[in-house]
């Protein structure tokens, strides 16, 4: 019964690997984003859709590619993986609208070793 | 723009004390506001929110926040702190972007409690 699940929870990858980061939602929500949390806490959006529609791409580099095959999966998949992309990625979920607050995944904990 | 300024990184409270996490927001119109809590290695859990209703918004496990336009402030609160809350608190604010609203984060306050 969870909100919004991601998968893996943990991924341990070499420079250069391209890896995959799924999430799902079962709340009827419409938007779904991504957003990576840095070594110092500092949360950041990348990416939002709309009903599977990109709205958000927040000048993240193009080896970042967001899939959603319809409005309850928003995928992550990134090429070439460098240390840098070390970090805590979130999905989250919400109705489309200012007030509405997100529904957050439990995270990813992303290493590139 | 909006942006969201957190004014303490660090709080350390003793277990039954009140608790102070202050945040101060910049807007050119009236903002929905959010606290977010995110216990150690955990995800982002909801406290409260603002959106133009009553200024003094009541959120899980104790906590509350009020809204106060004139110091473009929404701090948040706790009477009494408990070993629990030890965690780290995000003040967030919805961000018209260019084509949608998003949610930006402050830098984040941590809370130690003390036994």
């Known amino acids: 019964d969870t909100a919004v699940s991601q998968t893996p929870k943990y991924l341990v990858t070499q420079m250069g690997n391209d890896k995959s980061i799924k999430c799902e939602q079962n709340?009827?929500?419409?938007?779904m984003y991504w957003y990576k949390q840095d070594s110092k806490k500092f949360l950041k959006i990348m990416f939002s859709?709309?009903?599977?529609?990109?709205?958000i791409n927040e000048t993240v580099p193009n080896r970042f590619s967001p899939k959603s095959p319809d409005k309850a999966h928003l995928n992550l998949h990134i090429n070439s993986l460098e240390l840098g992309d070390s970090a805590v990625y979130f999905c989250?979920?919400?109705?489309?609208?200012?007030?509405?607050?997100?529904?957050f995944g439990s995270g990813t904990r992303l290493t590139v070793v | 723009a909006q942006s969201v300024t957190q004014l303490d990184s660090h709080v350390s409270v003793s277990e039954g004390t009140p608790v102070l996490l202050r945040c101060n927001y910049s807007?050119?119109?009236?903002?929905?506001l959010f606290w977010y809590v995110q216990h150690p290695n955990k995800g982002l859990q909801l406290l409260l929110k603002?959106?133009?209703?009553?200024?003094l918004v009541k959120g899980i496990n104790g906590f509350e926040a009020e809204f106060k336009k004139s110091e473009t402030s929404f701090h948040l609160t706790k009477p009494s702190a408990h070993m629990s809350d030890a965690a780290e608190y995000f003040c967030?604010?919805?961000?018209?972007?260019?084509?949608?609203?998003?949610?930006?984060f402050g830098a984040g306050t941590t809370v130690t409690v003390r036994a």
């Open positions: 709340l009827g929500h419409d938007t």
């Open positions: 603002y959106t133009s209703a009553a200024t």
């Open positions: 859709y709309n009903n599977k529609e990109l709205i």
């Open positions: 967030v604010v919805s961000e018209l972007g260019s084509n949608d609203y998003k949610l930006s």
């Open positions: 807007s050119s119109y009236s903002p929905s």
């Open positions: 989250a979920s919400s109705p489309r609208g200012a007030n509405y607050g997100y529904t």
